[in-house]
């Protein structure tokens, strides 16, 4: 008797034992004709490579943070994926035909399987977009009623699938309609080329005209509400800031402050870093200080601080970087010390650009404008080496002006990196002293660029 009931005892205590948490997910599957060795997982503050074998087979362990709408992508080709720790999913498809071809197993497939069905209905109901966008204001409501009743009876049908998925996936929905309805007018006037069209008052919902971009939630799980929320913040910037952003101070930002959505506002602080931490913007610093103090982005703060070290020694006044013995398309070499006691205005451009070529005639009719000024007009080209006769032939087909000059190492160039050129056309003016009146000067289509040489009564 008494071992029958130690032997109960145990029975008990394995039974009553907790199972441990399973604090990763299972992705696996194959591949056919992949054209990647890898396959990437995204979501938000998360991303993972998983190893593509020669077979197409691949498999790996992905430890989340939390459950929601992540993406994978083979080569240029992605798709949105549910995850939550716990699953273990296996994907198939063909590359060749990738949307089309997806389709999972396992755990987690349910929810999965219905964003990869949902894709192929979308895609389906709408058409091509030439014509869905050129529907009249009610028979493009009426398409988008039929797409988010169609999706919804799709979702309520699901059988055992994550109560959250459901919870997120419905409000997913509406924000896919609302994305729509925003860019209607747009894509509408842009179809049938009518400039006047304007959508009627009553167009956009009152949920949407209202919508005051909060949620941190639906900005990580939602493609449509996070463009939503971009947009709209970055247009209510730009209005306020005017034509004259180059100009602006941090205090000028201020807004960006007030920004609810900490993923939000690091994006918007991102993007303004890539142009607004410009030393052709005399409160640069103001900017750079600004900018740093509104990220959590570490990474990018790191980013914006070598920029903004690099960059502040190209201001107004200060000596600007050389370029000594470049190839001159008449014959010898050129340095920028040949040229001082003029100003010099130097266009960086390459053969393979075409916003550098649609340049090419307003600079023409500027260097005419200024024949016999106390200014030379310096093309420079940072075409690779093997592109060195097509430049020679354009020059000549185009009838170039100023002085043409062929870099010395295209985008290594020295003068290149000192200047922290990283696209292209980029203009640079410099005074008769070899000085920096501008390290990104307006461009020769910008009005802006005769007032400043009126300005220096050149």
């Not at 918007?268 to 740093?292: C, D, Q, R, T």
Request: aromatic content about 12%.
């Amino acid at each position: 008797m008494k071992q029958l009931l130690i032997l109960l005892l145990a029975i008990s205590i394995v039974g009553c034992k907790q199972e441990p948490k399973v604090d990763y997910a299972l992705f696996s599957g194959k591949i056919e004709n992949a054209n990647a060795d890898k396959l990437t997982v995204k979501g938000f503050e998360f991303e993972k490579e998983i190893s593509i074998n020669n077979d197409g087979t691949f498999a790996d362990t992905l430890r989340l943070t939390e459950a929601g709408f992540y993406s994978f992508s083979v080569g240029r080709e992605s798709s949105s994926i549910y995850l939550k720790n716990g699953d273990a999913l296996s994907l198939t498809l063909n590359t060749l035909m990738f949307d089309e071809s997806v389709k999972y197993t396992g755990v987690g497939s349910v929810e999965n399987n219905y964003l990869a069905s949902k894709y192929m209905n979308n895609e389906t109901m709408m058409g091509e977009s030439p014509v869905f966008y050129s529907l009249d204001e009610s028979a493009f409501k009426n398409k988008l009623d039929e797409i988010f009743n169609s999706n919804k009876t799709a979702l309520n049908n699901l059988k055992d699938a994550d109560e959250d998925f459901i919870t997120s996936e419905l409000k997913n929905l509406e924000y896919d309609t609302y994305m729509s309805l925003n860019s209607y007018e747009q894509a509408h006037v842009y179809y049938t080329k009518n400039e006047a069209f304007k959508v009627s008052d009553s167009f956009l919902p009152e949920a949407l005209k209202n919508m005051s971009y909060d949620d941190a939630t639906a900005y990580k799980n939602s493609s449509s509400y996070k463009q939503l929320a971009y947009s709209y913040t970055m247009n209510t910037l730009f209005d306020k800031l005017g034509d004259d952003y180059n100009n602006a101070s941090g205090e000028d930002l201020k807004s960006v402050s007030e920004i609810k959505i900490p993923a939000l506002k690091n994006d918007v602080v991102s993007y303004l870093g890539k142009f607004m931490v410009s030393p052709a913007n005399p409160n640069m610093k103001s900017i750079y200080e600004f900018l740093s103090a509104n990220s959590t982005d570490e990474k990018f703060k790191t980013e914006l601080s070598t920029t903004y070290n690099k960059v502040k020694a190209l201001v107004k006044g200060m000596p600007s970087p050389q370029f000594t013995n470049y190839e001159n398309h008449k014959g010898g070499e050129t340095s920028l010390s040949d040229l001082k006691g003029k100003y010099v205005y130097v266009d960086v451009w390459a053969t393979w650009c075409g916003p550098c070529k649609r340049e090419i005639p307003f600079l023409k009719e500027i260097e005419k404008q200024y024949h016999g000024k106390n200014i030379e007009f310096v093309s420079t080209s940072i075409d690779v080496a093997n592109d060195h006769s097509t430049w020679v032939e354009m020059v000549k087909e185009m009838q170039l002006g100023g002085i043409q000059l062929f870099a010395d190492n295209n985008w290594k160039s020295k003068f290149v990196t000192d200047y922290g050129i990283e696209g292209i056309p980029r203009f640079i003016l410099i005074d008769p002293n070899g000085n920096i009146v501008s390290a990104d000067a307006p461009r020769p289509s910008d009005p802006k660029l005769v007032e400043l040489f009126t300005e220096l009564k050149i």
